[in-house]
């Protein structure tokens, strides 16, 4: 599962900037993997299932929230630069932080696919690797291709460890530190 990340193409203090004029023109980028990435604009369905998602985790675990695109310093020395769908923490965690915050206290991050050709390669490949690397001890990813709800966990060596795929509709065990079950069903309704 790992993938080794190669050095990056540009500095990450180059990319921070290219990606602050592309926010201010509505375009999110990511710089994973030393790869340069546009973020795909989300759709309602896509919307629908992170906002359900921060229901859910919210009632299971109050103490935490799961904050939604928010920018985290990923991979090898934390040189690259990530927008999860979720990334799941302490309520407080990122005050104070800039755009592109310490993934330190992230419990788990979740990703949702799109429908875009650069989903297999960003999300399965690039961005579990980005996220053992950082040292984020649970990533779910919510596979709307599939109709899958994989959970990467114990991250060692620059890779996670164990994965556990669910169909859409079954329950799914979130390991240790997040550490509830995840009722899946409601997921099946915003998949094509």
Same mark, same amino acid.
Not at 139 to 156: G, K, T
């Given at each position: 599962?790992? !993938?080794?990340?190669?050095?990056? /193409?540009?500095?990450? #203090? ?15 980028? =990511? ?11 989300? %759709?309602? $369905?896509?919307? #629908? ?9 919210? @009632?299971?675990?109050? %103490?935490?929230?799961?904050?939604? *695109? ?7 020395? @934390? ?17 104070? *932080?800039?755009?592109?915050? $310490?993934?330190? /206290? ?5 990703? !949702?696919?799109?429908?875009?050709? %650069? ?9 579990? +690797?980005?996220?053992? /690397?950082?040292?984020?001890? !649970?990533?779910? &990813?919510? $596979?709307?291709?599939?109709? =899958?709800?994989?959970?990467? +966990?114990?991250?060692? +060596? ?5 994965? &556990?795929?669910? @169909?859409?509709?079954?329950?799914? =065990? ?8 995840? $009722?899946?069903?409601? &997921?099946?309704?915003?998949? @094509?």
């Amino acid at each position: 599962m790992t !993938v080794t990340e190669p050095r990056p /193409q540009m500095p990450t #203090e180059a990319f921070e900037a290219i990606a602050a004029a592309a926010e201010r023109e509505g375009v999110r980028l =990511e710089f994973v993997g030393g790869r340069l990435g546009v973020r795909a604009a989300p %759709d309602g $369905d896509h919307s #629908e299932a992170v906002r359900w998602l921060t229901r859910y985790c919210v @009632r299971h675990r109050p %103490d935490l929230w799961l904050y939604a *695109q928010r920018g985290l310093r990923v991979g090898t020395c @934390r040189t690259g630069r990530a927008r999860p769908a979720g990334a799941l923490a302490a309520s407080g965690t990122f005050a104070g *932080q800039g755009e592109w915050a $310490d993934p330190g /206290q992230v419990l788990m991050v979740v990703e !949702v696919t799109s429908y875009d050709g %650069d989903t297999d390669r960003r999300l399965r490949e690039e961005k579990p +690797s980005a996220y053992a /690397q950082a040292g984020i001890p !649970v990533y779910l &990813l919510i $596979d709307r291709c599939a109709r =899958e709800a994989l959970v990467y +966990s114990a991250p060692e +060596s620059g890779g996670y460890t164990r994965l &556990l795929r669910r @169909r859409l509709g079954k329950p799914v =065990e979130l390991p240790a530190p997040v550490g509830f079950s995840l $009722d899946t069903g409601a &997921l099946k309704g915003w998949v @094509r």
